[in-house]
């Protein structure tokens, strides 16, 4: 049974992050060899257990520091090809910069090492500071204490978002938020009484701009998307935010296509999509939609029937999806077959001959309790906050649930940093280590002005 159970697991690929088990395999060497249990014996030298932890707490920190110099270098790499795109224009100036510098020209794929330890690592946007936030987070959960227990997923995935928070807090400008069970519990509406309404209130008068990002499609409709959200607006009231403030905070429906803006009145207000979509999106035709969630609804019913599942289909304009009866249950693996499977075919669709025409950008996602197919997908919900609003990659945090390839958080990786959480309490806890770093940064700029007036006062009296 024990070993059955590991075989079938090691090919359940969708449901492993390859980096996170890349670190998880590199932190078993000192685990293994090292962190060993407490001898029984009377050998005082034998019994050293301070010793051994820091010992321990030493080689983890080696392996992450070199892992963060692997991140380095890739992002290194990233920058420099960046720069050399701006000579595109110039084959000769390309070259020789190209040359110089030792990098790869335009059209040769990433050849950074952690690309080839890795070959499906997504970009980095910042540097990761991994040892100061294994450091963080072996003080509160022992990590290198442990010999019965190695490094999890939990762990690392803990220590990446908090190594993600501290280097992209300086420079933050955008931060984007799913909603069901990274918000609110899944299918729930945000309570009033949500320990995150303070949290938030706490970005928008950091002069951050707040979106959240959300599968839901309602087009349109900003009172759906309201009643959803009705205990952070009116959070929003009881705090009197300002006009300026509410006008930083924006909601991302059906993935990418429909956008509202929060008023000074604390209500959500449609923005047309010719105001915020550029020209690729707003060529998609009806014709083209229609092809692909025909499509995809063809296979979510062959789901449904070949696995008898209690459930039914929904069409909207740019979705399809298929969610449960009443009070009914169904396994995740059974989501993760609807979602596979519709990928699948959508993908090879697309491929043929027939299809090639209509092919546009889906997102095919288990959702939790449901599946849903969506014309447009977060990356291109992100690109498109990232051009209206003014932030670059590098300024923009997206906070999620749904980080496996099954997932609709997935894609955002490409775009911008990302933080991955698995319930409300851990968005608490993330946002909590944020705001603590951004009222750090506030204080120390209050001081700096505060010098700078002192400077200039002083300067004048000496004249």
């Not at 995935?157 to 501290?166: G, Y």
């Not at 990274?182 to 995150?196: C, M, N, R, V």
């Not at 609807?338 to 889906?362: A, E």
Request: aromatic share 10%; proline share 4%.
């Amino acid at each position: 049974m024990t070993s059955m159970y590991t075989i079938n697991y090691a090919l359940r690929a969708h449901k492993r992050d390859p980096f996170i088990e890349f670190i998880k395999g590199m932190l078993m060497t000192p685990f293994v060899l090292h962190a060993k249990p407490i001898p029984q014996t009377d050998d005082p030298t034998e019994k050293d257990e301070e010793y051994h932890m820091d010992a321990n707490v030493a080689r983890y920190c080696d392996i992450l520091s070199s892992i963060e110099e692997l991140i380095n270098l890739k992002v290194l790499k990233k920058k420099n090809n960046n720069f050399i795109q701006s000579f595109v224009l110039f084959p000769a100036m390309l070259l020789l910069i190209s040359t110089y510098l030792g990098i790869h020209v335009l059209g040769v794929p990433d050849q950074s090492r952690l690309k080839r330890l890795v070959p499906s690592i997504s970009t980095f946007h910042t540097q990761l500071p991994l040892r100061e936030s294994f450091l963080s987070a072996n003080a509160k959960h022992s990590i290198a204490a442990r010999r019965f227990v190695p490094p999890s997923f939990n762990d690392i995935r803990r220590i990446l978002n908090t190594a993600q928070i501290t280097a992209i807090a300086p420079k933050l400008k955008l931060i984007t938020f799913d909603g069901d069970m990274t918000l609110y519990d899944d299918g729930q509406d945000f309570e009033h009484d949500s320990a995150l309404v303070n949290l938030l209130v706490s970005l928008l008068k950091y002069n951050l701009i707040v979106c959240v990002v959300t599968a839901a499609g309602y087009p349109g409709d900003a009172l759906r998307y309201e009643q959803r959200l009705s205990g952070l607006l009116k959070g929003f009231e009881n705090a009197r935010l300002s006009k300026n403030m509410c006008e930083k905070f924006f909601v991302l429906g059906g993935e990418c296509n429909y956008l509202f803006q929060c008023k000074e009145d604390y209500h959500l207000k449609y923005l047309p999509e010719t105001k915020y979509q550029p020209q690729n999106i707003l060529s998609w035709s009806s014709d083209q939609i229609n092809a692909i969630l025909d499509v995809a609804q063809e296979n979510l019913q062959r789901c449904i029937d070949e696995m008898k599942l209690q459930c039914t289909v929904l069409r909207k304009s740019k979705a399809v999806g298929e969610y449960l009866f009443y009070n009914m249950k169904r396994y995740e693996e059974q989501l993760d077959e609807c979602v596979l499977s519709t990928q699948h075919r959508i993908v090879n669709y697309l491929n043929s001959p027939w299809g090639k025409k209509n092919d546009l950008p889906f997102c095919a996602f288990n959702g939790g309790s449901d599946v849903w197919v969506d014309i447009g997908n977060k990356l291109i919900g992100v690109q498109i906050l990232q051009q209206f609003l003014g932030a670059t990659p590098g300024e923009t945090l997206h906070v999620g649930d749904q980080f496996l390839s099954t997932g609709n958080d997935f894609a955002t990786r490409h775009q911008c940093c990302t933080l991955w959480i698995v319930n409300p309490d851990e968005t608490q806890g993330v946002l909590l280590e944020l705001t603590a770093l951004l009222e750090a940064k506030k204080s120390e700029r209050s001081l700096l002005t505060l010098l700078d007036h002192s400077k200039i006062l002083l300067d004048s009296q000496t004249i």
